[in-house]
């Protein structure tokens, strides 16, 4: 595992490199294969792009998906990381050169506009969460949500929503409002498969009784970076034997190595998890 670690952390920024291609490549199909042909909006701010290049009837999405981002990029190196910025401005520009170069079909492969809004909010999606999870924000409403979670612990989804209802009165206004309500479909399909690929905001409290309290204490910081808080004198309600309950929160992609860990530890443990809707305090986050 550690070897792992450190190939990995040795390639992050390769790593980082090829999610941001493959966000443009992925955000390309969405946009020319789907949304385009069923006149689809997306949402954040490659939904704006559409908007100002639609009403505006400017012939030139990628560089209008490019400009409106600049501000938040700025910000981002400002206030949070010249690394985050840096990867961000590289997704952005992937996606808008790959929006210019892959030509969409010239027969439509879907006609329907509902079945064009789920695939492509669908690739969004994943394409979004995918590269998240290595640590490339995607532009827009990324910050903000970076933003609210470091400096302020709060949630921006009202914001979110504010922002997207005007790109969905934007659509409505543009093309007619059934158009707006797919859109609304579309956006619902890419938040739902952005959370499934970027598990690493999804947190996890876990409970493990056990009777090899330091065994187990230290093999779980040995291969997480995990606060633990250690319950002594407890009983089995069966045997009546001593037991000691640990208690930690993880986060949904670290499942598999708390798993490896407790059974390193000792391969009688009983863990169990559920899901935390909101921590604060001191719980480690890697940096994006």
């Known amino acids: 595992m550690d070897q792992l670690r450190n190939y990995l952390s040795k390639h992050a920024i390769v790593a980082r490199?090829?999610?941001?291609?493959?966000?443009g490549i992925l955000v390309a199909v969405a946009m020319n294969f789907f949304w385009k042909p069923g006149n689809i909006y997306s949402s954040g701010f490659n939904g704006l792009g559409q908007l100002i290049s639609y009403f505006f009837s400017v012939n030139a999405l990628p560089l209008v998906i490019l400009i409106v981002n600049i501000p938040m990029t700025i910000l981002a190196w400002a206030i949070i990381s010249h690394r985050l910025a840096f990867f961000e401005i590289v997704a952005i520009a992937c996606s808008s050169l790959f929006i210019d170069i892959i030509a969409a079909p010239v027969k439509p492969l879907i006609s329907d506009p509902l079945m064009c809004a789920i695939f492509g909010g669908a690739i969004n999606g994943f394409a979004t969460g995918?590269?998240?999870?290595?640590?490339?924000?995607t532009g827009g409403l990324d910050i903000f949500?970076?933003?609210g979670k470091r400096f302020w612990n709060i949630k921006v989804f009202p914001i979110n929503i504010a922002f997207n209802s005007i790109i969905m009165v934007g659509s409505g206004l543009q093309h007619g409002w059934k158009y707006a309500f797919y859109s609304i479909i579309g956006i619902v399909v890419s938040a739902w498969m952005t959370s499934?690929?970027?598990?690493?905001?999804?947190?996890?409290?876990?409970?493990?009784?056990t009777n090899n309290k330091e065994q187990m204490v230290d093999s779980i910081q040995a291969h997480l970076r995990r606060g633990i808080t250690v319950l002594d004198d407890a009983s089995g309600g069966y045997l009546h034997d001593s037991k000691h309950v640990i208690f930690t929160v993880i986060t949904l992609e670290e499942r598999y190595e708390l798993r490896e860990a407790v059974h390193e530890a000792d391969d009688k443990a009983f863990a169990s998890m559920w899901k935390v809707d909101h921590t604060?305090?001191?719980?480690?986050?890697?940096?994006?």
């Open 130 to 137: 995918f590269a998240l999870k290595n640590g490339v924000a």
């Open 145 to 147: 949500e970076i933003l």
């Open 196 to 209: 499934i690929a970027y598990t690493q905001q999804q947190q996890m409290q876990v409970m493990i009784v």
């Open 17 to 23: 490199a090829g999610a941001a291609l493959l966000y």
């Open 280 to 288: 604060w305090g001191n719980f480690y986050e890697k940096q994006v």
